[in-house]
């Protein structure tokens, strides 16, 4: 009788009333911790896409620590981008004037040498144009809510009406998707214009997913060879086996442009063989 407990339900009892206050503790306190480092991920994803979401440090030390050193380089790449963006306006205005002044000066001669020397003028202030369009990025802009079926749409119907052959594909889907327009179109822009270029018909389709927004644009071309694809997607990159340069005149910013829209957008930009028409398939996928 000494050594039994008298009361044995009561044991029972406090084990199960303190193991679940501590349950309750354990779960508040590892809750608030992982709270700030949640929000931290968010910011850092938020970022990686070209958005910036309002941040403030907190938790533990050292959650506070990586928190003041997130923002601190945040801050640092945007003054970055901010002072690329004032550097290259400048350099825009003064490759321009002169290029003016040499257009008004051309135009005053009577040689028969005129025209080509205006084209070579011309070709030089589109591939400034193109650097400039390239090196000055998206990140001014800012994203907004837009329903990526009628987007494309747009845009198909405004290269039809510029002489592109250029066609609709299957549209699967519905919703909204956050999209910088401007860069959007420039990237769709410049694939169409790619595809229309070296193939002699294009079309373009969406597919929009719960998880994913998929834009593809294929062409009857020649394509790209599996193994130059990545070098491709690179700036001032020209593929003259898997593309023909002497039908056209570029710099090879095009699929750079595109794979820098699309990655900013935290997607990415995946080049193919089109099953439907032979040629080329590039694909800007992005995630909702």
């Keep these: 009788s000494r050594v039994s407990a008298s009361n044995p339900h009561q044991l029972l009892v406090n084990m199960a009333f303190f193991g679940a206050l501590m349950t309750l503790v354990a779960y508040i306190y590892l809750r608030n911790q992982l709270r700030p480092i949640t929000r931290l991920a968010t910011a850092a994803e938020a970022f990686g896409k070209g958005q910036t979401v309002p941040y403030r440090p907190g938790g533990a030390t050292e959650v506070r620590a990586a928190g003041a050193a997130f923002l601190a380089m945040r801050n640092r790449i945007e003054r970055q981008i901010e002072q690329r963006t004032l550097m290259l306006s400048g350099v825009s205005h003064d490759l321009r004037t002169p290029l003016t002044r040499l257009k008004l000066g051309l135009s005053m001669l009577e040689d028969e040498d005129r025209v080509h020397m205006e084209r070579d003028v011309d070709e030089m202030q589109r591939m400034i144009d193109e650097f400039l369009a390239f090196a000055r990025g998206t990140s001014s802009e800012q994203p907004i809510k837009l329903d990526p079926i009628e987007f494309v749409t747009g845009i198909v119907e405004d290269a039809e009406r ?33 595809a229309v270029r070296y193939g002699t018909h294009a079309e373009v389709s969406v597919q929009m997913t719960d998880k994913s927004l998929r834009i593809r644009v294929e062409d009857d071309g020649p394509g790209i060879p599996a193994d130059r694809r990545d070098e491709a997607m690179r700036p001032f990159a020209r593929l003259e086996p898997g593309r023909n340069q002497n039908r056209v005149s570029g710099v090879g910013l095009g699929l750079a442009i595109a794979t820098d829209i699309a990655r900013t957008h935290g997607g990415v930009l995946r080049l193919g063989q089109s099953d439907r028409l032979g040629g080329l398939q590039a694909d800007i996928v992005l995630a909702r």
């Design 162 to 194: 510029g002489g592109s052959d250029v066609t609709l594909g299957r549209m699967e889907g519905e919703g909204r998707v956050l999209l910088r327009p401007v860069a959007m179109r420039r990237a769709l822009e410049n694939l169409i214009s790619n």
